[in-house]
């Protein structure tokens, strides 16, 4: 899943795709690169960050969309509003990605019923105004594993099919690097939960403290390779899908990943 975020704050692209053109011209790369999904999103999530009014929110994804599903590129919107969802849905996404798993709003889950879409609930505490304060566990890996499950249940409750749902553990969302370290070290006690799984590390701030130096944490668009050899060893896990910021360095390193893991079945005999 690549990256598109139509918006002027979010922490690793804002500002570089508010202009159509450049979104658009950005989405066909990354599908042209190996993104089978492109996820386009109109508001940032990163931490601190205040809300987008609605308005503002849909008229940054709609022509997007629009315009990737006309190029026959699959598109995903990243969103935790339900009229934005159902515009980019009816502007031809055939994915909802709810980074609150239903919690910001509450036509979501109902929404998402009565469309004919894939649902991604993510594990969420609260609003970026707020999830620093947010991020406290007795046991990271048991807590989103039940939050996640209970988003999971809503959802089912809501009418959504459950071979349309993919769950996330929302690294970084009300989460240290510790926690988020346990939680990929443990992904096997997440898929518990029977549904496929999609990770999003890409450029996350927990990368750039394990590459710090003595300037401070490694800059944004220096945390790549890690990011990639994270892609490897979760694709070695069975994941779903990885949400990342450029398609074909990813591509690659599933296609080792799978081949090593002898998944495509060519060492047979
Ligand atoms: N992370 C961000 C935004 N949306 N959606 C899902 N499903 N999982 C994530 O981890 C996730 C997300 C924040 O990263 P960005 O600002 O680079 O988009």
Not at 180 to 194: I, K, P, S, V, Y
Not at 202 to 212: D, H, P, T, V
Request: aromatic share 4%; hydrophobic share 45%.
């Amino acid at each position: 899943m690549g990256i598109l975020n139509v918006t002027p704050d979010s922490f690793s692209d804002g500002g570089e795709y508010l202009d159509l053109d450049a979104a658009v011209a950005h989405g066909l790369a990354l599908h042209a690169e190996g993104a089978d999904i492109v996820d386009v999103g109109g508001e940032s999530t990163r931490p601190g960050a205040l809300r987008a009014d609605p308005r503002t929110e849909r008229d940054r994804v709609v022509p997007v969309v629009e315009q990737l599903t006309a190029a026959g590129v699959p598109v995903s919107v990243d969103t935790m509003r339900a009229d934005v969802a159902m515009a980019a849905v009816a502007a031809g996404a055939g994915l909802v990605n709810d980074v609150s798993g239903g919690l910001a709003d509450p036509d979501m889950l109902a929404a998402v019923a009565g469309a004919d879409v894939d649902y991604v609930a993510m594990h969420w505490r609260g609003h970026s105004d707020r999830m620093v304060g947010l991020a406290s566990y007795a046991d990271v890996v048991a807590e989103v594993c039940s939050e996640l499950s209970d988003r999971l249940d809503a959802a089912l409750a809501a009418g959504i099919a459950k071979d349309r749902i993919i769950l996330d553990p929302g690294l970084g969302f009300a989460k240290t690097a510790a926690h988020n370290w346990e939680l990929l070290r443990r992904l096997d006690t997440l898929a518990t939960l029977g549904r496929p799984l999609l990770v999003g590390a890409s450029r996350k701030r927990f990368l750039g403290e394990l590459l710090a130096d003595e300037d401070g944490p490694r800059p944004v668009r220096e945390r790549e390779d890690a990011g990639v050899a994270i892609t490897a060893l979760v694709a070695a896990q069975h994941v779903w899908g990885v949400r990342t910021h450029t398609a074909r360095p990813h591509r690659d390193a599933i296609a080792a990943a799978h081949r090593l893991a002898a998944r495509d079945g060519r060492d047979a005999g």
